[in-house]
């Protein structure tokens, strides 16, 4: 019988080990209207349902600052099912009218504590202050500030070429300083240009800690000028030369660049270019590896216009 107690004993303490702690995903308030009879009750929901680890409240923060309210023992009774949520009753102290708690818990793996926003308010996790987004050369810069950094996780920008179908381009993360500080972010969208397209679309989304999703304005930017109507590039395929030609109704200087589909240069050209027909060649283009290229032309450092190459 020892041995048999031993063994169970042993079992429960290799399986406690194992048991990750879990953070909470949200949390709702019953204010004398739950199953805590005339006390506070706090309902946590955890992902998953039941967590493998039931965890103990020991204290609450609000934006730094610690509350006065304590709770009894979870009652993880009516944690199963879709629906599920853990159950605390106050023993004393008031709830905080906050919208996002940090809470530490306690369980058999120690001390944690997690940021938990409440269900019942549409709480957003930053405040958007601006954004812009503008050509750059042959570049589009991307640029936000925000503010009330409470629980976001990670910005992505989105882009799209016809205003409604948006992919993400790039994933960066927030710089997690006070929810008071004002952030700023940016990225240059080098590849925008390389697309055939007039016009470009963008939008910053922001998702939070829980997996929520909230969206800045759109943005739109052109991308081609007015300067140049249209260019033809020969011969295409091409092997050693390229000549790109194009109408202009300015004088200035032009620029024509060649990329490869990585975004790299790989032949580039500046000349003077005149009102009406102007051509450019580029040279000594033997050498590169069969494959796809882009020609790029730019106005007066203004993105003019471009046309997709083959090297055979």
Not at 85 to 108: E, K, L
Not at 207 to 232: C, F, T
């Amino acid at each position: 019988m020892k041995l048999l107690s031993l063994f169970a004993a042993i079992i429960f303490t290799a399986f406690t080990g194992m048991a990750q702690s879990t953070c909470a995903t949200s949390f709702k308030v019953n204010n004398g209207n739950g199953t805590c009879g005339a006390a506070g009750e706090l309902r946590l929901t955890f992902p998953g349902g039941c967590p493998a680890l039931v965890p103990v409240i020991d204290s609450v923060l609000i934006n730094g600052v610690k509350s006065n309210v304590r709770f009894a023992l979870p009652d993880a009774s009516k944690c199963g099912g879709a629906n599920g949520y853990i159950s605390y009753c106050v023993t004393s102290g008031n709830m905080p009218p906050a919208n996002v708690w940090n809470i530490f818990f306690r369980d058999a793996q120690g001390v944690f504590n997690c940021t938990v926003v409440s269900s019942t308010t549409n709480v957003l996790a930053v405040k958007f202050l601006s954004f812009d987004a503008a050509l750059v050369g042959n570049s589009v810069a991307c640029k936000w500030s925000v503010s009330e950094e409470t629980v976001n996780n990670h910005y992505e920008l989105e882009r799209s070429y016809d205003g409604k179908t948006f992919a993400s381009i790039a994933y960066i993360f927030s710089q997690e300083n006070s929810p008071a500080t004002k952030n700023d972010y940016s990225f240059i969208d080098k590849s925008a240009t390389s697309q055939s397209k007039k016009t470009a679309f963008y939008r910053v989304k922001e998702v939070d800690q829980q997996g929520r999703i909230s969206y800045s304005g759109v943005m739109s930017v052109k991308l081609a000028a007015s300067a140049a109507n249209s260019i033809a590039t020969t011969p295409n395929p091409f092997k050693e030369t390229i000549s790109v030609a194009f109408q202009s109704s300015l004088v200035g200087k032009g620029e024509v660049k060649l990329v490869n589909m990585t975004g790299q240069p790989v032949g580039y050209k500046t000349t003077k270019i005149n009102k009406g027909t102007n051509t450019v060649q580029l040279e000594n283009l033997g050498s590169l590896p069969t494959g796809i290229y882009v020609a790029q032309l730019s106005i007066n450092g203004v993105f003019a216009g471009n046309q997709k190459l083959v090297k055979n």
